[in-house]
């Protein structure tokens, strides 16, 4: 994917050459082959035009036709990659099919070059991902910092120590540089990835695939999902309901076969108005585009329909219909009835609609068709010529959870000629249109789609979709999943922006349920009046805002102090543009939320990359654009993801924790030894630290996530007071544990205490060495099956089997060595450990009971933290007014105000454009 490059022919100077792509430079005119081509830069199109495969940046697998830049008279908009990225050839996608007009080249300039371009800005975000700023990380940095002010601290101790017992100059430097590796392990951030790459592995079967490991973690805090809806909550293909066409002003009533529509505009527009192409003799495009052209019974042709390796000449696209009565005009000549696609206006997210000028064989002169969405359609097209229903009509139909699309048309001068055509800006195509009806599709929900929003719901976790659909129809699909209960209110929330003369303004109404008839209906919402003497449900009742993309451009600008509440109640975000979803998503992440988003196009991409968690349904190459891409076609993968990221960060705690208290140990025990010039032996050492240690560490990851989400999120904090109490008072059970162990020894009356020698390698072998060793090194078994806690985030330690057995192979064989036979004189030659028993049985018990009170202390302090009224209790104490989460505040705030929202009242802001 990163590396690639080919031999490319470009014109400098009016001289053609073949030059290796990675000599391009920006300016270069890059001549495009005629057999297709990866490109190896970003380039702007300014002849001919192109059908690219650009699944590997946006993952959408549905060829886009691109087409030259325009160049309208007195235009200073400056070229940008993405508002004209229909005319930008992006890196790395693959040019299918190249057609040019009469004897011109098909031609692009080199606007980008390596990372530079949209493909390296990719894989630059792969290497060098977006600090996401998790406070885990945070604070274990400044975990280690405590870690190193206690390494100093013993650096201080040790020094004055083996001074006072005479030891060598050589002997003090090392053993206090040993300190520091003691007290901070080098191994803590290899033992913490541990449980994040068994979280990968795991969701890599599940067929979830991760680039981005660090974000495993984030999805243990996520407290909000997004959701596109086509495609993510609804299937991806569309059923084609019917049409429902104009007579004298007013809608007629639904046609389910649109073959049999009379042969005029209405027909044409659905036969032509399409990006549609044929790519090895099956007609390929957009699955809408596809659904409408199918409709019509008619017959697509073009050239090179028959010979996918042939690109020439620019032919218009043909379409024309097969039954012979619509064949032939009724005129004398008799001419075959074939409409030519001249140009297209390729579809835009930003601008809702698409648009082609065609020609009519025989006519005299060409007609503008578009189609898009309904209310933007509404607004292009002549005021006489939108029906008065168009509002009731359109709610009717999208309150179903139906997609609407809105058809238009307009004849064009005959001095239009077609080179004019072909210079001829957008936006002087499309307006004064003539409103023509609606296409009707059925978008069914996918089976699994409720199941996991009320799973999701019933862990606590928001759910918020975000499309570019009509609203009404994504507050059905919303209520049909189980986003919005049956019973809650939807607050559609309408804002208009500032005018000379007036301010900006938002108006507040209720949704209103298909069953109510007779309703008045004033710009595509019910009036205002229908709502004066209704009320807003008391606080405790949940209710939802509805917003477009239009009013949440409005509010963002204009209504700052509102903003937050729009986005704390909203939970149908409809008609947003792909960087609008963007904006949502990060907006959320200013509020404290733990932000996940799921989608499967290109209009998605942003938001994607932006949530704390992008997940991507689309299993093409664009994958790179979402740090988490899964094969299966339905969110049924968001549980999966979460849950795998609760079990990966309480891992990560737990070995966090492990490998301070780990350190913590073998810290005291080096203090302790210190004192009596002694220290740890090379192999006890060895022992404790790849045997217990790293044994432990790789497998404590090893618990799988448990089956169920529960309400309750992990901590994500390692200052928080949970978990500094139970750290603080795990070192102070392992700091009692050993010097009880230390100073019983010196109860017994076989005991003789050593006489440290200068040379501290003879000081090893002695009985209060054997018993720090001892105890230290149950003391790390201990921690670590404390600290491996199971539900409600992991599998139990007992179905971790390789860590159980690991831990009882453990503890038997440091019992061996507690109690170990004469006749096993190797472990004090090798461990250089003393032999206690079985001479001192008595003692040997005595360690062994230490070693169980310590056991069962561990345990408890960690079941007593993981208890409610644990934090009922520390409550009080940590005196906090107000919560750290934005979120919480706010929703807070909406509770305490009974009359807000104004329902059926007009809110204005401050400032006039």
């Given at each position: 994917m990163v590396a690639q490059n080919s031999i490319v022919t470009v014109q400098r100077s009016n001289v053609v050459s073949e030059i290796n792509s990675r000599e391009l430079v920006p300016g270069d005119l890059l001549l495009i082959p005629p057999n297709g081509c990866m490109m190896s830069c970003d380039a702007v199109l300014v002849a001919g035009n192109c059908i690219v495969n650009e699944s590997m940046l946006t993952g959408e697998s549905v060829p886009v036709t691109k087409t030259p830049l325009p160049n309208?008279?007195?235009?200073?908009?400056?070229?940008?990659?993405?508002?004209?990225?229909?005319?930008?050839?992006?890196?790395?996608?693959?040019?299918?099919?190249?057609?040019?007009?009469?004897?011109?080249?098909?031609?692009?300039?080199?606007?980008?070059?390596?990372?530079?371009?949209?493909?390296?800005?990719?894989?630059?975000?792969?290497?060098?991902?977006?600090?996401?700023?998790?406070?885990?990380?945070?604070?274990?940095?400044?975990?280690?910092?405590?870690?190193?002010?206690?390494?100093?601290?013993?650096?201080?101790?040790?020094?004055?120590?083996?001074?006072?017992?005479?030891?060598?100059?050589?002997?003090?430097?090392?053993?206090?540089?040993?300190?520091?590796?003691?007290?901070?392990?080098?191994?803590?951030?290899?033992?913490?990835?541990?449980?994040?790459?068994?979280?990968?592995?795991?969701?890599?079967?599940?067929?979830?695939?991760?680039?981005?490991?660090?974000?495993?973690?984030?999805?243990?805090?996520?407290?909000?999902?997004?959701?596109?809806?086509?495609?993510?909550?609804?299937?991806?293909?569309?059923?084609?309901?019917?049409?429902?066409?104009?007579?004298?002003?007013?809608?007629?009533?639904?046609?389910?076969?649109?073959?049999?529509?009379?042969?005029?505009?209405?027909?044409?527009?659905?036969?032509?108005?399409?990006?549609?192409?044929?790519?090895?003799?099956?007609?390929?495009?957009?699955p809408l585009d596809l659904k409408m052209f199918e409709a019509t019974k008619w017959i697509l042709e073009e050239q090179g329909q028959d010979d996918t390796t042939k690109y020439g000449n620019m032919m218009p696209t043909v379409v024309k219909p097969t039954t012979t009565e619509t064949y032939l005009q009724p005129n004398t000549e008799q001419l075959p009835y074939e409409i030519g696609i001249v140009r297209q206006f390729p579809f835009s997210s930003n601008l809702q609609r698409m648009s082609v000028i065609t020609?009519?064989?025989?006519?005299?002169?060409?007609?503008?068709?578009?189609?898009?969405?309904?209310?933007?359609?509404?607004?292009?097209?002549?005021?006489?010529?939108?029906?008065?229903?168009?509002?009731?009509?359109?709610?009717?139909?999208?309150?179903?959870?139906?997609?609407?699309?809105?058809?238009?048309?307009?004849?064009?001068?005959?001095?239009?000629?077609?080179?004019?055509?072909?210079?001829?800006?957008?936006?002087?195509?499309?307006?004064?249109?003539t409103f023509l009806g609606l296409l009707i599709l059925q978008n069914m929900l996918k089976p699994q789609s409720t199941q996991v929003i009320n799973q999701l719901r019933e862990a606590d976790i928001r759910t918020v979709m975000v499309t570019g659909d009509n609203m009404l129809t994504a507050i059905s699909v919303a209520r049909e999943c189980g986003m919005i209960d049956p019973n809650s209110s939807v607050v559609l929330v309408t804002a208009s922006p500032s005018s000379s003369t007036s301010p900006s303004t938002i108006e507040w109404s209720y949704d209103v349920p298909p069953q109510n008839k007779g309703m008045q209906i004033e710009n595509g919402f019910p009036k205002q009046n229908l709502y004066q003497n209704q009320k807003l449900p008391a606080p405790s009742t949940n209710f939802?805002?509805?917003?477009?993309?239009?009013?949440?451009?409005?509010?963002?600008?204009?209504?700052?102090?509102?903003?937050?509440?729009?986005?704390?109640?909203?939970?149908?975000?409809?008609?947003?543009?792909?960087?609008?979803?963007?904006?949502?998503?990060?907006?959320?992440?200013?509020?404290?939320?733990?932000?996940?988003?799921?989608?499967?196009?290109?209009?998605?991409?942003?938001?994607?990359?932006?949530?704390?968690?992008?997940?991507?349904?689309?299993?093409?190459?664009?994958?790179?654009?979402?740090?988490?891409?899964?094969?299966?076609?339905?969110?049924?993968?968001?549980?999966?993801?979460?849950?795998?990221?609760?079990?990966?960060?309480?891992?990560?705690?737990?070995?966090?924790?492990?490998?301070?208290?780990?350190?913590?140990?073998?810290?005291?025990?080096?203090?302790?030894?210190?004192w009596i010039n002694s220290n740890l032996g090379d192999f006890q050492f060895l022992y404790v630290d790849l045997v217990i240690t790293t044994t432990v560490a790789i497998l404590m990851g090893y618990n799988g996530a448990y089956t169920h989400l529960v309400k309750k999120r992990p901590p994500g904090s390692l200052v928080s007071p949970i978990i500094l109490i139970s750290i603080i008072l795990q070192i102070l059970v392992q700091i009692i544990g050993q010097t009880t162990a230390y100073f019983l020894l010196f109860t017994q009356d076989w005991f003789e205490p050593l006489h440290p020698s200068q040379d501290a390698d003879e000081n090893i072998l002695c009985p209060e060495n054997t018993v720090i060793f001892i105890v230290s090194s149950f003391q790390y078994i201990i921690v670590a099956a404390a600290f491996s806690r199971g539900p409600p985030y992991r599998t139990p330690i007992w179905q971790n089997v390789w860590f159980l057995i690991s831990l009882i192979v453990l503890c038997m064989y440091t019992a061996f060595m507690l109690f170990y036979p004469?006749?096993?004189?190797?472990?004090?030659?090798?461990?250089?450990?003393?032999?206690?028993?079985?001479?001192?049985?008595?003692?040997?018990?005595?360690?062994?009971?230490?070693?169980?009170?310590?056991?069962?202390?561990?345990?408890?302090?960690?079941?007593?933290?993981?208890?409610?009224?644990?934090?009922?209790?520390?409550?009080?104490?940590?005196?906090?007014?107000?919560?750290?989460?934005?979120?919480?505040?706010?929703?807070?705030?909406?509770?305490?105000?009974?009359?807000?929202?104004?329902?059926?009242?007009?809110?204005?802001?401050?400032?006039?454009?």
């Open positions: 309208p008279p007195g235009c200073n908009i400056p070229y940008s990659p993405d508002v004209h990225k229909r005319h930008t050839l992006f890196c790395g996608t693959q040019l299918i099919q190249t057609r040019y007009y009469g004897g011109e080249k098909v031609c692009a300039i080199v606007s980008r070059t390596g990372f530079e371009t949209a493909k390296g800005e990719l894989v630059r975000s792969i290497l060098y991902p977006k600090n996401i700023g998790f406070k885990f990380y945070k604070d274990a940095i400044r975990f280690v910092m405590v870690l190193g002010c206690l390494a100093i601290v013993g650096l201080l101790y040790s020094i004055p120590v083996l001074l006072k017992n005479n030891a060598h100059v050589k002997d003090i430097i090392y053993k206090a540089l040993d300190v520091i590796t003691i007290a901070v392990p080098p191994a803590l951030p290899a033992a913490m990835t541990v449980g994040t790459i068994y979280a990968q592995s795991r969701l890599k079967k599940a067929g979830i695939f991760c680039i981005s490991p660090q974000r495993i973690n984030m999805c243990g805090k996520l407290k909000l999902i997004c959701f596109d809806k086509t495609g993510t909550l609804t299937e991806d293909g569309l059923d084609m309901l019917g049409v429902v066409p104009l007579q004298d002003d007013h809608f007629l009533p639904l046609i389910q076969h649109a073959d049999e529509l009379p042969r005029g505009p209405f027909l044409a527009c659905m036969a032509a108005c399409h990006s549609l192409t044929i790519i090895e003799g099956q007609i390929t495009g957009d020609r009519t064989l025989g006519a005299k002169n060409m007609d503008v068709y578009v189609k898009g969405a309904p209310e933007m359609i509404a607004s292009l097209c002549n005021k006489q010529t939108v029906p008065m229903d168009f509002h009731s009509t359109l709610q009717s139909y999208t309150q179903k959870g139906l997609r609407v699309i809105a058809l238009a048309w307009r004849p064009l001068s005959q001095k239009v000629s077609w080179r004019r055509i072909q210079k001829l800006p957008r936006s002087e195509v499309e307006n004064d249109l939802h805002f509805a917003i477009n993309g239009k009013s949440f451009a409005v509010i963002k600008n204009h209504f700052a102090d509102v903003m937050p509440k729009i986005i704390q109640k909203g939970t149908v975000f409809s008609r947003m543009s792909p960087d609008q979803k963007r904006q949502l998503v990060e907006a959320l992440q200013e509020l404290g939320y733990g932000v996940g988003m799921c989608g499967d196009g290109a209009n998605d991409c942003g938001a994607l990359k932006s949530a704390h968690a992008g997940i991507s349904l689309s299993e093409a190459e664009a994958s790179v654009a979402s740090p988490f891409t899964s094969s299966i076609p339905n969110i049924s993968c968001v549980p999966i993801v979460i849950r795998e990221g609760r079990a990966a960060l309480v891992t990560s705690f737990g070995v966090f924790k492990y490998m301070a208290l780990y350190s913590i140990i073998q810290f005291i025990s080096v203090m302790i030894l210190y004469n006749y096993l004189s190797f472990l004090e030659s090798f461990f250089q450990v003393y032999q206690l028993g079985p001479d001192h049985m008595k003692f040997c018990w005595i360690i062994f009971t230490v070693i169980i009170v310590n056991a069962t202390l561990t345990f408890a302090i960690e079941w007593l933290m993981g208890k409610a009224f644990i934090k009922t209790f520390i409550k009080p104490c940590r005196k906090k007014n107000a919560s750290k989460n934005i979120y919480k505040r706010i929703e807070k705030e909406i509770m305490n105000d009974p009359d807000w929202p104004p329902i059926g009242q007009v809110t204005t802001s401050n400032c006039v454009s």
